[in-house]
């Protein structure tokens, strides 16, 4: 079927209608575009959580991040990842002390062999369970792997912990399983996974004067538009606190898009009404 027969007419005239999109400005699109890349900032609550996974990697001990959704969790573990960089020396495999990664849902033992050796681009990611174990294993100590933090944790098929307990007992490194109060309540129904795992750092969300600087830094460091929104403001504050509920990311989500909208619509900081009506949304 010609693709024009399947066109609405009524949206055809509705469009002429309205005419092309405005054009924005080169200094806008740039700004939009910063705004749409992830950053890391530096927060307290993050170094905190950064000490503690320190202590796990350099004692080669395990443990769980467990939180609520959007409070922080994945933001502070991949930044943790990326303050331990790689090495790279030539002929040699690179070292890899931190490894960071998110398995995909119903995971079994293959898909978490198959994301771990992705992560460290090695190529063959096939064969049965046993060959890529031992190819995960050798992979892992080529690489002197020191810690493997697992996100979205609760996303693995009860008998997959079992590999993710020989990982920690053969390597001798530390393994970081993160998720919400799910992942709690499947490793508590194996006594011998819950042991390994027993230690726990938990992510809370923010309130009060923590989240008013915790504002007031996404302000200067990720949005810094041209004129300043003073986003801790008394009517400003309170929006984003009921919108946001204390949640980082939901905060960084709401913050992000009304500067967008803002610049959008010509003005160099985000005024209460932009914040109201993207902060209604996520009602």
Not at 135 to 151: A, F, H, N, S
Request: proline fraction near 4%.
């Amino acid at each position: 079927m010609d693709s024009k027969s399947t066109i609405d007419p009524t949206a055809t005239t509705v469009a002429q209608q309205l005419g092309n999109l405005p054009v924005m400005t080169a200094e806008v699109q740039a700004a939009i575009e910063r705004l749409n890349r992830k950053g890391f900032i530096p927060l307290h609550q993050v170094q905190i959580a950064h000490d503690w996974l320190e202590g796990k990697r350099q004692s080669r001990q395990s443990g769980r991040v467990v939180g609520e959704s959007r409070t922080g969790k994945t933001m502070a573990c991949d930044a943790y990842r990326l303050r331990n960089k790689p090495q790279q020396v030539a002929g040699k495999p690179p070292t890899v002390p931190v490894i960071y990664i998110q398995i995909p849902q119903e995971c079994g033992a293959k898909e978490l062999f198959g994301v771990i050796l992705g992560h460290l681009k090695y190529q063959v990611t096939k064969g049965t369970i046993a060959e890529m174990r031992d190819r995960t294993l050798r992979v892992m100590k080529g690489c002197q792997v020191e810690m493997l933090i697992i996100d979205e944790a609760d996303r693995f098929k009860p008998k997959t912990f079992a590999e993710v307990r020989d990982i920690f007992d053969n390597l001798q490194i530390s393994v970081i399983l993160v998720g919400t109060d799910r992942l709690d309540a499947v490793i508590k129904r194996d006594e011998q996974v819950y042991n390994r795992f027993r230690a726990c750092y938990r992510f809370g969300k923010l309130s009060g004067e923590d989240f008013e600087r915790t504002v007031k830094i996404w302000e200067q460091q990720v949005l810094r538009l041209p004129t300043p929104s003073n986003l801790t403001g008394k009517t400003i504050i309170k929006t984003l606190g009921e919108a946001t509920g204390g949640y980082i990311g939901l905060m960084d989500m709401i913050l992000r898009e009304a500067a967008i909208r803002s610049l959008k619509k010509g003005l160099a900081k985000i005024d209460l009404q932009t914040l109201k009506e993207v902060a209604e949304e996520y009602k």
